[in-house]
């Protein structure tokens, strides 16, 4: 979580159209939740734009960007794998493992998650395949979960720099204040 050892979220597949809000919510996930940077396929380019737009207005660090080859990141990844999928190992089996390597061996991770059918070199190239349940959900919920486990909460403490705007919590009702004004709304 914004250290030495990167976390970096990978969207495998965009099908335009239908999954403009769904890339979408992959790269807001990625960064609410603790990622260092998202990566899209080229046909996302409208994704990117509003990552890229959020990181700006509300803070970062995070890194939006694109790639013309998803599996050539995979097979060139400097650091372990960890393909989230319905199908993978349980994740309360493996988080623990997972932590340690990222945390104690300082390897970098790639967290990636499909939108169509993803190909079977994805599971063999995988260092782990993790199912944060074994039944049907969406790629951000499973994003989500494994992030949260990952950072074991600490990720929904972290402070955003360079954030024009803050959103001030509530009961009820809805509060976003300029950012240089966030700390006098918080007592």
């Known amino acids: 979580m914004h250290d030495d050892s990167e976390v970096a979220v990978l969207r495998l597949g965009h099908r335009p159209g239908r999954d403009e809000r769904?890339?979408?919510?992959?790269?807001?996930?990625?960064?609410?939740?603790?990622?260092?940077?998202?990566?899209?396929?080229?046909n996302a380019g409208q994704s990117l734009e509003t990552v890229r737009d959020i990181t700006d207005r509300f803070g970062g660090p995070f890194e939006a960007e694109l790639t013309d080859s998803p599996h050539a990141v995979i097979r060139n990844w400097e650091g372990q794998v960890v393909h989230l999928t319905m199908y993978g190992e349980r994740v309360q089996d493996v988080d623990a493992e997972i932590r340690t390597a990222h945390d104690s061996e300082g390897e970098a991770l790639l967290?990636?998650?499909?939108?169509?059918?993803?190909?079977?070199?994805?599971?063999?190239?995988a260092d782990w395949n993790v199912g944060v349940t074994n039944q049907p959900h969406s790629e951000v919920a499973g994003l989500a979960v494994?992030?949260?486990?990952?950072?074991?909460?600490?990720?929904?403490?972290?402070?955003w720099a360079d954030a024009d705007r803050t959103v001030i919590p509530m009961e009820t009702g809805k509060r976003v204040v300029p950012a240089d004004d966030a700390d006098e709304h918080h007592e």
């Open 22 to 42: 769904m890339t979408t919510h992959v790269g807001l996930t990625a960064r609410a939740l603790g990622a260092d940077r998202v990566l899209f396929p080229d």
């Open 111 to 125: 967290l990636v998650v499909g939108s169509e059918k993803v190909s079977f070199d994805v599971y063999e190239e």
């Open 146 to 159: 494994f992030l949260d486990r990952l950072f074991e909460g600490r990720e929904l403490e972290q402070d």
